[in-house]
């Protein structure tokens, strides 16, 4: 296995302006949080980039991500990425990526490893929604109608796309440079936050987790499918959590497929 060198960087709310209001600092302290919280795909973008210095095209070609966000971080927050190589027999590579804020408080955790062979694609994968999205409402519970897919939606992103998240996670890696470079991972599972959002109005949310299993590289211009089913809801500690099935088609094949889950219903 690779050498992974750890990595310090400030992290950056480049979310103020979302329809997600828990990146504001007002409505997040409603809840309870001392500030805007960064975005969770932000920080998974952080997460991603020593793997990608220590594995290159192949961490983003085929494998198996789990990121867990266990606590906020906020604007200007230096955060600490180290990572963990874990011994397998299974798997040609499996690490564990965590992010610290400057007290030593563990905010997230990424889990990723590459198996000899990938899980079956989930049969999901191939149910489809109508072309015309229904009107957003805003959401609730009983509006959340499980193995219902959402309309289709094709996504097309571009080199310019692909450069703005580049630039908000400073990151220099030459993968994801031109014309024909890779979409950067924190662009992949902002589409997931974006599929959901299509869906509903949520005027402050937070995601909470997501795994996602990599089948083929995705790259700028390309026509993705992006398919999208809610597949759980359910409640803990004053929260109502949803969990969406999202499969991302590419030139007739399945690309990527992703669990990501979200607490649509922030408690108090």
Same mark, same amino acid.
């Given at each position: ?10 992290? *950056? ?7 997600? /209001? ?70 040609? /590579?499996? #690490? ?27 049969? *999901? ?10 009107? /957003?409402?805003?959401?609730?519970? +009983? *509006?959340? #109608? ?21 630039? =908000?996670? /400073? ?23 974006? =599929? ?47 969990? *969406? ?13 992703? +669990?990501?889950? =979200? ?6």
């Amino acid at each position: 296995m690779s050498v992974v060198s750890n990595m310090q960087i400030l992290a *950056l709310n480049d979310a103020e302006s979302s329809e997600n /209001r828990i990146h504001s600092d007002d409505i997040a302290a409603k809840y309870g949080f001392t500030g805007a919280l960064v975005s969770g795909v932000n920080v998974f973008g952080y997460l991603t980039q020593p793997m990608v210095e220590a594995y290159g095209e192949d961490w983003l070609t085929q494998g198996v991500m789990d990121v867990i966000f266990l606590k906020p971080a906020y604007q200007d927050d230096l955060l600490s990425i180290k990572t963990d190589t874990q011994n397998s027999e299974n798997h040609q /590579r499996h #690490h564990i990526t965590s992010a610290f804020n400057a007290q030593g408080v563990l905010l997230a955790k990424l889990e990723s490893w590459r198996p000899e062979s990938l899980p079956a694609i989930n049969e *999901l994968s191939s149910v489809s929604g109508g072309k015309n999205p229904e009107p /957003r409402e805003v959401i609730q519970w +009983d *509006l959340i #109608h499980l193995q219902q897919p959402a309309a289709a939606h094709l996504w097309q992103p571009s080199k310019t796309d692909n450069e703005l998240r580049i630039g =908000a996670q /400073r990151d220099t890696s030459a993968i994801y440079s031109g014309e024909n470079g890779f979409i950067h991972p924190y662009y992949l599972l902002d589409s997931c936050n974006k =599929a959901l959002m299509r869906m509903f109005i949520l005027p402050a949310w937070i995601h909470t987790r997501s795994r996602l299993t990599i089948r083929q590289p995705i790259k700028v211009g390309q026509e993705i499918d992006v398919r999208a089913i809610p597949i759980e809801k359910w409640e803990r500690k004053g929260h109502q959590f949803i969990k *969406l099935y999202i499969a991302m088609w590419v030139n007739g094949e399945v690309a990527l497929e992703v +669990d990501h889950t =979200a607490i649509f219903k922030i408690a108090g």
